[in-house]
């Protein structure tokens, strides 16, 4: 089956730090690979996605590399604001007659200090 | 585009007892998920439709469990004699045609089952 093995958290980091999530996946075919984000009491926005292999997702600053060698998606940040606060998940999809579902990975709390 | 709603925001009931959610899509948006996520975990896939049409459920969803979406726009998802088990936020997500579209999510149904 399709599965995402997600960094556990939570992760505390000083404002400016480098951030890394890890994420890795186990998939039948050709999936799309996406990041998640979860700001406090509201809902799951989109932060980037990657459709194929090598294909480069980035959005406010955020960066993540689809590679097919090593299953992985892992998340980057260079500079880290304390805004940057929330849950992040990682997930998965594979087009079957139209239903792209999404198997998540359980999420890592980051927390950015002063 | 008003994004995905969800009513009620919270529901808190007693075990036994039968609950409905709704959930209203983005109005050209054809593909609609619903998804349960617990505490600490990422969301997990119930079921999905393409407009009216039911064309896959998880086995997550007992038989207590049905969803509907009548005229292929909002759905509903309504559980009978809960349990505390199925304590937990229940998500709805609308997607527009064609492959690799993003799924966009609504705020959540938060249920709590005394």
């Known amino acids: 089956g399709n599965s995402v093995t997600q960094m556990e958290g939570p992760v505390t980091l000083s404002e400016e730090a480098f951030l890394t999530i890890n994420c890795t996946y186990t998939?039948?075919?050709?999936?799309?690979l996406f990041w998640y984000v979860q700001y406090p009491g509201e809902g799951l926005q989109l932060l980037l996605k990657a459709t194929k292999a090598d294909d480069k997702g980035s959005n406010k600053g955020f960066e993540a590399t689809y590679r097919k060698e090593t299953t992985s998606f892992h998340l980057e940040k260079g500079s880290v604001q304390v805004s940057d606060s929330a849950v992040y998940f990682c997930?998965?999809?594979?087009?079957?007659?139209?239903?792209?579902?999404?198997?998540f990975g359980t999420g890592t709390r980051l927390t950015i200090i002063p | 585009d008003t994004g995905v709603s969800q009513d009620p925001r919270h529901k808190i009931t007693k075990r036994g007892q039968n609950v409905t959610f709704r959930c209203d899509p983005i109005?050209?948006?054809?593909?609609l998920y619903w998804y349960r996520q617990t505490l600490g975990q990422g969301p997990e896939f119930l079921t999905y439709f393409q407009n009216e049409a039911q064309l896959e459920k998880s086995r997550l969803l007992s038989d207590r469990f049905s969803a509907e979406r009548p005229k292929g726009s909002f759905s509903t998802l309504e559980i009978q004699r809960t349990e505390q088990g199925d304590s937990a936020m229940y998500l709805c997500a609308s997607r527009s045609r064609g492959p690799k579209e993003t799924q966009y999510f609504g705020p959540g149904t938060r249920l709590l089952v005394l």
């Open positions: 997930a998965l999809s594979i087009s079957n007659f139209g239903n792209e579902k999404l198997t």
């Open positions: 109005s050209e948006h054809n593909r």
């Open positions: 998939a039948t075919g050709y999936p799309s």
